[in-house]
């Protein structure tokens, strides 16, 4: 099974058949007093979900684990995006679905959509990837490491993707959507330094990047192979 077979990547989100995955929202990571640049108010995020339900009309969408980023309060702006995000998906048409991540200990305090611990489409599960699924795939998608990669000295959100990387299972892992995750760095990564035990062997997996400018998907050799000339 090709990792990509049936995946259309945009603005740090995939579609697979009829569904939207995005994950890491990390929704309140604004609040934060360490953030060095302005806080949105979550517009930028309800703007993009919308934007990406319009452009590809999905029957479902599922956030892939980490909608929230605090362990501890949820602040009103945070409400009022989970509210945003509910709204947008029933105004559109559009079952809204969260596989909870780590992050999320506070998600039945402001979410009303459904949850699961995973989505099934086909031979595809999808989950945060912060703990090991207990179910079978043929292929995993997940988020939680947050990937990006420097390319000419800049740095970018990219996927990960890899074929049989996983229990003999291709694995595909987001970015985060947020603007606001910096994401890891993972030109030096290790298979210790990554979060995901989804992740076993990152020196097959294929850094993907979206060159949103020229509107086409940037696709990298095996981070193994590649890695040297980063």
Not at 89 to 109: K, Q, R, W, Y
Not at 163 to 185: K, M, T
Request: proline share 6%; glycine share 10%.
């Amino acid at each position: 099974m090709d990792a990509l077979a049936d995946v259309v990547l945009h603005d740090r989100a995939a579609v697979i058949r009829d569904t939207l995955i995005l994950s890491d929202l990390h929704l309140g990571q604004g609040e934060r007093s360490d953030i060095a640049f302005p806080v949105g108010d979550g517009s930028d995020v309800l703007d993009r979900f919308e934007g990406l339900c319009r452009r590809f009309e999905p029957q479902t969408a599922v956030i892939a684990g980490d909608l929230l980023h605090s362990f501890r309060t949820i602040p009103r702006t945070v409400r009022q995006t989970v509210e945003g995000i509910e709204a947008v998906a029933e105004g559109v048409g559009v079952d809204l679905v969260v596989t909870p991540g780590n992050h999320d200990t506070m998600l039945d305090a402001v979410l009303s959509a459904e949850t699961s611990p995973t989505v099934r489409i086909g031979e595809t599960v999808v989950c945060h990837g912060h703990a090991e699924p207990k179910v079978d795939a043929g292929r995993y998608v997940v988020g939680h490491d947050h990937p990006a990669i420097t390319i000419e000295g800049q740095k970018r959100p990219c996927y990960l993707a890899g074929e049989g990387v996983y229990g003999g299972s291709d694995l595909l892992v987001l970015p985060a959507f947020s603007r606001l995750v910096a994401g890891a760095r993972i030109d030096d990564m290790r298979t210790e330094d990554f979060l995901s035990p989804l992740v076993t062997d990152p020196g097959a997996l294929r850094p993907i990047v979206r060159d949103t400018e020229g509107n086409e998907t940037l696709e990298f050799p095996p981070l193994g192979e590649f890695r040297h000339r980063l």
